[in-house]
């Protein structure tokens, strides 16, 4: 069901690549709320992916772009004013990748050029996105920007790497920009910390079916998935959260706020943890 949220309103969707995304739901929904959306994604992403068929199904302009590229950006952010004819009202960020994840490096044995990457990826990007768009003043007063996170910037995941380190990085150029964009232009900058996803990214985590399923017995309402995420985006987006700024805002079904539950705790209970272990027999923790 439709509320017309967006009604009138412009936005660019970073990230879609195919219907596993969240981005791709954002778009999804954006649209049925009423608004104009250009999609953007690395131009290799754009020909692997099924971005394309997203922008046609919904009457969307494709624009690719590489997100820590800033003369990219210049070019999106310009492109995009004049294929929907004005400035726009709402950015999502929903870009992460670590190099050292897909290579299996264990958090006690990162490559740091591998390091610098994900940091430029996952979070520098959304630095870039906002100064871009900033310096060339491409955002209507009132207007949303967000990122997508991961409650391990605030806590240790098993498996989650150097991501666990851009995503905290991400939540502090939020805070940071937020002051500054808010002050300056009006325009409200927040991430949404969601509950693990299933998506292309998501799937390549160490032991993310496993982590999928211990958050969702943990969480009182269970796991959130990438439909409900994209409505919270949409109200993000909307005049409905005009003073919201510089907040993580945890969507993960009370994950955030739990120690042990009944779920977990009878999981827990049914068998001993095999602990990890190298060829050696000594136990990998990272």
């Known amino acids: 069901m439709a509320y017309n949220l967006l009604k009138g309103k412009r936005g660019i969707i970073f990230g879609a690549l195919n219907d596993m995304s969240i981005a791709w739901k954002v778009a999804e929904k954006a649209v049925e709320e009423g608004a104009q959306i250009v999609l953007t994604n690395t131009p290799v992403a754009v020909r692997m992916g099924t971005i394309n068929e997203l922008a046609e199904k919904l009457n969307a302009t494709v624009i690719p772009a590489d997100a820590t590229n800033v003369e990219d950006l210049e070019m999106l952010f310009t492109q995009a004013q004049e294929a929907m004819g004005g400035k726009i009202d709402f950015v999502l960020h929903s870009i992460g990748m670590s190099p050292n994840v897909r290579k299996k490096r264990t958090y006690d044995d990162l490559d740091y050029g591998l390091l610098d990457k994900t940091l430029d990826i996952s979070a520098i990007s959304f630095h870039k996105v906002m100064q871009v768009a900033k ?78 399923d211990f958050s969702d017995r943990m969480s009182p309402l269970g796991n ?63």
């Open 224 to 286: 959130a998935n990438a439909d409900e995420c994209a409505d919270y985006c949409i109200v993000m987006f909307s005049d409905l959260t005009k003073k919201v700024t510089m907040q993580n805002l945890f969507h993960d079904g009370g994950f955030s706020s739990m120690g042990m539950s009944l779920r977990g705790m009878t999981q827990y209970n049914k068998s001993f943890i095999d602990e990890n272990k190298d060829s050696e027999g000594n136990i990998i923790y990272g």
């Open 135 to 212: 310096k060339l003043d491409a955002i209507n007063e009132g207007g949303s920007v967000l990122a997508l996170s991961y409650v391990a910037a605030q806590r240790s995941f098993y498996g989650y790497n150097d991501m666990a380190d851009a995503k905290a990085l991400l939540e502090s150029i939020a805070r940071s920009f937020g002051y500054i964009y808010g002050r300056e232009k009006g325009v409200r900058v927040n991430t949404i910390s969601q509950s693990p996803t299933m998506t292309t990214a998501g799937s390549g985590v160490k032991g993310f079916d496993g982590l999928c």
